[in-house]
């Protein structure tokens, strides 16, 4: 049985930081893409930031030089870094295996920015 499970969200004022991880547990994770989807009330989900099997990453540019994203195959998880942290980050956040033949989500975490 796949699993993807979120975890570090929370609370946090304007201008903090939070480490999000995501554990992957049922998968080969190394061959895997991954990437840190958010959903804000009334939005449609967006990408934030993805992480390739070779390691190359990119982030939106709405985060590009906040958050970053990073992998540890050994572990199986991927992190997301969010710095400078903005009320507009508040959301919940999922992360995202995928490949070719298909993909698996988690159940996503909530980040809340505020003071």
């Known amino acids: 049985q796949v699993q993807l499970v979120e975890s570090g969200g929370g609370l946090v004022q304007p201008g903090g930081s939070l480490r999000l991880s995501c554990a992957a547990s049922?998968?080969?994770?190394?061959?895997?893409?991954i990437g840190w989807y958010r959903q804000a009330p009334g939005k449609q989900r967006e990408l934030v930031a993805a992480?390739?099997?070779?390691?190359?990453?990119n982030s939106a540019n709405s985060v590009k030089g906040r958050f970053t994203i990073s992998r540890d195959n050994a572990k199986n998880t991927v992190y997301l870094q969010m710095d400078s942290l903005k009320p507009e980050d508040t959301a919940v956040y999922y992360c995202?295996?995928?490949?070719?033949?298909?993909?698996?989500w988690g159940q996503g975490t909530q980040v809340t920015v505020s003071s």
């Open positions: 995202r295996a995928w490949k070719l033949v298909g993909s698996y």
């Open positions: 049922g998968i080969v994770f190394s061959v895997y893409d």
């Open positions: 992480i390739i099997v070779g390691g190359t990453a």
